[in-house]
């Protein structure tokens, strides 16, 4: 079982990381040159040329950011609730993209790819919340 210090400091590491990826979305050399001000009509642009970030995206990384961080400042409990939370919440993002992308006939290794991050970052938060926890998955 992780101790409660490792819970906190990945509840933080993992919010850096959300924070991380909304401030990559502001530099204009990483997004095809575009900033949030000129992106496309849907308001989408192209993260270092691999990825679609919207606006949903960005606030959904900000909130995942604000929350784990406040997680890990306040308790290892609300640490592991928290990853448990957002590591439900990117493993369900991951199934759908991966489904939708099977639906739009994409080519599998580009599908996967694609959604890997969630896929790693998921089954990473789910690790740590469950990890020690037999009586949680025993019910």
């Known amino acids: 079982m992780p101790s409660d210090r490792a819970l906190r400091w990945s509840a933080f590491g993992f919010g850096l990381l959300f924070a991380v990826v909304v401030v990559l979305g502001y530099i204009p ?4 040159g575009a900033d ?12 270092l040329g691999l990825y679609m ?3 949903a995206d960005d606030v959904t990384h ?3 950011a604000v929350l784990l961080l406040g ?3 306040t308790s290892a409990r609300a640490s592991r609730l928290a990853l448990l939370v957002f590591g ?3 493993a ?3 199934a759908i993209y991966l489904a939708t992308g099977v639906i739009q006939l994409r080519p599998v290794i580009s599908n996967v790819l694609l959604n890997l991050p969630h896929v790693v970052i998921s089954g990473i938060m789910l690790t740590l919340a469950f990890r020690g926890r037999t009586a949680l998955l025993a019910a």
């Open 29 to 32: 050399s990483l997004n095809g």
């Open 36 to 47: 949030h001000v000129a992106m496309m009509a849907n308001g989408e642009h192209q993260m």
């Open 53 to 55: 970030i919207g606006t």
């Open 62 to 64: 900000g909130l995942s």
């Open 71 to 73: 997680a890990a400042l």
């Open 88 to 90: 439900c919440y990117y």
């Open 92 to 94: 369900v993002d991951a």
